[in-house]
T-cell receptor
Framework: AQKVTQAQTEISVVEKEDVTLDCVYE???????LFWYKQPPSGELVFLIR??????QNEISGRYSWNFQKSTSSFNFTITASQVVDSAVYFC???????????????FGGGTRVLVKP | NAGVTQTPKFRVLKTGQSMTLLCAQD?????MYWYRQDPGMGLRLIHY???????AKGEVPDGYNVSRLKKQNFLLGLESAAPSQTSVYFC????????????FGSGTRLTVV
């Protein structure tokens, strides 16, 4: 069975500090997809990134960057120069997508609450 | 706007009452899902559907039933609500191709007293 662990339940930083969110996953499949979602105080889920298991290149999008390492089953997320608007709960998720009957179910980690103080 | 629509957005139930949450998507997605979100536990899958007329159990299915009579709709039913079902419920849909197209509704906050 697939599993996603986000060991950090809450991180508090001061604005402009960098913050790294850890995500460790377990899966028996060779083909899978990893995601990060942001949930701001308003409650909706905002898609941030999708990465497939065959693409280990790190990715940067503005102040956001992601480090995918298959060797350690980790998909960590860094916010550089954090801002108050980054305050939210961040979820890492995993999808195994090989068997139609199993659907493309997303398995979520418990989430990390990030609080950015001015 | 295209997307996933959940109704209602808020609801308070008394223990033992029943209700149905409606999820509608207009993206022609094959797959649909119901999740519940509880503090510190992320989102957990209740039931899912890989096509019209088909449903399957997820991680936490007890106390819930679902139906997908039309491709665009996925209903979540609580036959006899319990306080343990107080949660935020999210519906989602996706393409059948792995890893693509996940779209979430805005959530339903349910309180059972």
């Amino acid at each position: 069975a697939q599993k996603v662990t986000q060991a950090q339940t809450e991180i508090s930083v001061v604005e402009k500090e960098d913050v790294t969110l850890d995500c460790v996953y377990e899966t028996r499949d060779t083909t899978y997809y990893l995601f990060w979602y942001k949930q701001p105080p308003s409650g909706e889920l905002v898609f941030l990134i999708r990465r497939n298991s065959f693409d280990e290149q790190n990715e940067i999008s503005g102040r956001y960057s992601w480090n995918f390492q298959k060797s350690t089953s980790s998909f960590n997320f860094t916010i550089t120069a954090s801002q108050v608007v980054d305050s939210a709960v961040y979820f890492c998720a995993l999808s195994e997508a090989l068997i139609k009957a199993a659907g493309n179910k997303l398995t979520f980690g418990g989430g990390t609450r990030v609080l950015v103080k001015p | 706007n295209a997307g996933v629509t959940q109704t209602p957005k808020f609801r308070v139930l008394k223990t033992g009452q029943s209700m149905t949450l409606l999820c509608a998507q207009d993206m022609n997605h094959e797959y649909m899902y119901w999740y519940r979100q509880d503090p510190g536990m992320g989102l957990r899958l209740i039931h899912y559907s890989v096509g019209e007329g088909t449903t399957a159990k997820g991680e936490v299915p007890d106390g819930y039933n679902v139906s997908r009579l039309k491709k665009q709709n996925f209903l979540l039913g609580l036959e006899s609500a319990a306080p343990s079902q107080t949660s935020v419920y999210f519906c989602a849909s996706s393409y059948s191709k792995g890893g693509y197209g996940y779209t979430f509704g805005s959530g339903t906050r349910l309180t059972v007293v």
